[in-house]
């Protein structure tokens, strides 16, 4: 802990009193290996998808506009945390700074539970209205359900790694996606394709 506020008055020095590209760069290099980790993340899971054949990878380009449309809420309120809480860390009201945090959090988590039960429950319908072809509506909404049965814990991981990034740790974040994305890796090929005694995924979503 004792470490964790030492690097955390080290980044505030840092961007209040030292060299601005050299403080970009130390505050960025992090944020764009994390956001590499995220496109592996999903190339990782559509490779895996594309081993069950070109349905299933269909299931999920279908029904990824929902999936964008809850990254692009997520995201925006993880850039008006990150605002808030940087603006206050910034002028050394850390009091505002936590209640900002604790705000944020509040509204992440009813909004979450208020999307994740409505996608839940209407993403059938959502799907007919787009279009979606019949031979892959089983899977899409299965892929869906599992996706707004997640929102909670997707919108949290957001803030939680934007509030981090606000008051000047960006190495946090990106350690963490590095983790997700190593463990999604292994976790892939056993959760979609049936390895051990986890079920195919296909077999689960015709069950």
Known sequence: M?????????????????????????????????????????LADTFWVGKLGADSVAAISVGFPLVFLLISIGGGMTIAGTTLVAQYTGSDDKEMADHVAGQIFTLVIFLSIIFGTTGFIFDRTILGWIGAPANIMADAVSYLDIIFAGVSFMFIFFVFTALLRGVGDTKTPMKMMIFSTVFNIILDPFIILGWGFFPRWECAVQQ
Request: hydrophobic share 35%; charged share 20%.
């Open 2 to 42: 004792k470490k964790v506020k030492q690097n955390k008055t080290n980044n505030r020095e840092a961007i209040l009193n030292g060299s601005i590209p050299k403080t970009l760069f130390k505050l960025s290099w992090p944020i764009m290996v994390g956001n590499t980790m995220q496109v592996l993340y999903n």
